[in-house]
C-alpha cells in the first residue's frame, strides 16, 4: 500500500514571508510499505482423553503449526479443561516453548493436567472440554492473524468420581440424666458406608446442646482424634 509524506516548513507562519507564504509545503514523497515476512501460529489438532477420575490426571495432546512466512519464536500455549455447562470450576496448565518453530514447521505436544478430587465441599466430576491456546500472551507477532490461535477439541472428557468413604454415625448411647461438674460416659459408633477405605485418621467432635443443635449456646466437650484408616462397611465404636 502507498502513503505519502508531505512536510510544510513554518506551518504556523511564525515567519513573515509577506507575499512567499504560499511556498512552504513540499512536493508529496511516494511510500509504498509492504508487510513483512510474519508467522502464524495455529492449533491444528487438539486430542484429550476420553474418560478421567477425579484425583488423577488427563492427557491432552496437540499440535501447533506455523503456516506464516517468518519463524516463530518463544511462546506461551496455554491448556484449559473447562466444565461444558461453564460453572464450577476451570482448570488451566501452561507450557513454555522457548524453541523456534519455523515456517511451515509442526509441533505435536503433550500437557498433563492434575484433576483435584474436590474443591473441598463439592467433588470433581461432570464433563469438561479441552481449549488450547497457542501464544497466549501474544509475545508473537502475527498481525493480522493474531485471533486463531486457539482450537477446541471436538470431545468432551467424562469425569467421574473415584470410589470414596462414607462416615456415618450411628446412635450415640449417653445416660439420661447426669450430674453438673460430673463426668458423663458416652459411646457412639463410626461407619464407613462409603466404597473405599478411609485414607488415614480424622477428628470427632462432641459437643453438648440444648435442643440438638450446634449454635452458640452449646458447649465442647472435646474433641477426639481417630489415628485410623477405616475399612469399606467397617465401624469403630468410641
Not at 511451515?104 to 472440554?129: C, D, K, M
Not at 491456546?133 to 493474531?146: F, G, K, L, R
Amino acid at each position: 500500500r502507498t502513503w505519502y509524506v508531505r512536510v510544510v516548513t513554518d506551518n504556523s507562519n511564525e515567519v513573515y514571508e509577506y507575499a512567499f507564504e504560499t511556498n512552504n509545503a513540499s512536493p508529496a514523497a511516494a511510500i509504498t510499505f509492504t508487510r513483512p515476512a510474519l508467522p502464524d501460529l495455529q492449533v491444528d489438532t487438539v486430542n484429550a482423553d476420553v474418560a478421567a477420575v477425579a484425583g488423577t490426571s488427563v492427557v491432552v495432546t496437540y499440535t501447533v503449526t506455523n503456516h506464516g512466512t517468518a519463524a516463530a519464536g518463544a511462546r506461551n500455549d496455554r491448556i484449559l479443561l473447562s466444565r461444558e455447562d461453564g460453572t464450577l470450576w476451570n482448570i488451566e496448565t501452561v507450557l513454555r516453548r522457548d524453541e523456534p518453530l519455523a515456517a511451515g514447521a509442526s509441533q505435536t505436544l503433550e500437557a498433563r493436567i492434575n484433576l483435584p478430587l474436590s474443591n473441598g465441599t463439592v467433588g470433581y466430576s461432570g464433563r469438561l472440554r479441552a481449549v488450547v491456546t497457542t501464544d497466549a500472551n501474544n509475545e508473537i507477532v502475527e498481525y493480522p492473524n493474531d485471533g486463531n490461535n486457539s482450537r477446541t477439541d471436538s470431545d468432551l472428557i467424562n469425569v467421574t468420581l473415584p470410589p470414596l468413604p462414607d462416615l456415618t454415625l450411628g446412635r450415640i448411647v449417653a445416660p439420661a440424666e447426669a450430674l453438673t461438674e460430673a463426668a458423663i460416659p458416652l459411646r457412639w459408633t463410626v461407619t464407613n458406608s462409603g466404597s473405599a477405605a478411609t485414607a488415614g485418621g480424622w477428628t470427632d467432635r462432641v459437643w453438648l446442646t440444648r435442643n440438638g443443635v450446634v449454635d452458640n449456646s452449646s458447649r465442647l466437650l472435646g474433641d477426639f482424634a481417630i489415628d485410623t484408616t477405616l475399612a469399606a462397611g467397617a465401624s469403630i465404636e468410641r
